[in-house]
């Protein structure tokens, strides 16, 4: 069963930095692309980032590649991200999914994680 | 970058109903398009890619079409269980865009 479990998230002040992981078991996981996809409360669906099965290709929306950075650690079935520079508007529920292709770097996204939720408050 | 408009914002519906829901893009992206359900409170859950194929587990109920710049999804008998918000995506290459979301309810 495929799994993919996020953490990190927190309460911080604008400005701030964070990552958030999420951890992945039930399926190879250095054979597909990962994504980090976002949701603010009571709106709709962001796609963030992508990384490729072998980390050495990454995407990210044209609004955030500034301040975010994702990775990965294959050896640890891991997903990253780092949030630098945070703002309010980045309060959100933040996805972890998988993407349904065999190493092939854009698809959709099969699974999804419970989200992880980032608030950023005064 | 490729923008995904979906129409309507919001509809309510009978149950029984045919449901139609559009999802235009502002470039044609050949049939790389993904459809999405969110119940509330709950995660996405994957529909259908390629269009039209519906990912396994899916009830028939649910359909799809189109390529290009033009798609569709349509439920034929809308049932309660079927309220949610409903996503279509692009993924013919980055960034994967989703469009704004129908929230389907029950008149």
């Known amino acids: 069963e495929v799994q993919l479990v996020e953490s990190g998230g927190v309460v911080v002040q604008p400005g701030g930095s964070l990552r958030l992981s999420c951890a992945a078991s039930?399926?190879?996981?250095?054979?597909?692309?990962m994504h980090w996809v976002r949701q603010a409360p009571g709106q709709g669906l962001e796609w963030v980032s992508l990384?490729?099965?072998?980390?050495?290709?990454?995407n990210y929306a044209d609004s955030l590649k500034d301040r975010f950075t994702i990775s990965r650690d294959n050896s640890k079935n891991s997903l990253f991200l780092q949030i630098n520079s945070l703002r309010i508007e980045d309060t959100a529920f933040y996805y972890c999914?998988?993407?349904?292709?065999?190493?092939?770097?854009?698809?959709?996204?099969?699974?999804w994680g419970q989200g992880a939720l980032v608030t950023v408050s005064s | 970058d490729i923008q995904m408009t979906q129409s309507p914002s919001s509809l309510s519906a009978s149950v029984g109903d045919r449901v139609t829901i559009t999802c235009r893009a502002s470039?044609?992206?050949?049939?790389?398009l993904a459809w999405y359900q969110q119940k509330p409170g709950e995660v996405p859950k994957f529909l259908i890619y390629?269009?039209?194929a519906l990912q396994s587990g899916v009830p028939s109920r649910f359909s799809a079409s189109g390529s290009g710049a033009d798609f569709t999804l349509t439920i034929s008998g809308l049932r309660p269980d079927d309220v949610a918000t409903y996503y279509c995506?692009?993924?013919?290459?980055?960034?994967?865009?989703f469009g704004g979301g129908t929230k389907v309810e029950i008149k």
């Open positions: 999914a998988k993407g349904l292709y065999y190493r092939v770097l854009t698809g959709p996204l099969d699974y």
């Open positions: 039930g399926f190879t996981f250095d054979n597909y692309t």
């Open positions: 990384i490729s099965w072998n980390g050495d290709s990454t």
């Open positions: 470039q044609g992206i050949s049939n790389y």
């Open positions: 390629a269009a039209s």
């Open positions: 995506q692009k993924y013919n290459s980055a960034p994967l865009t």
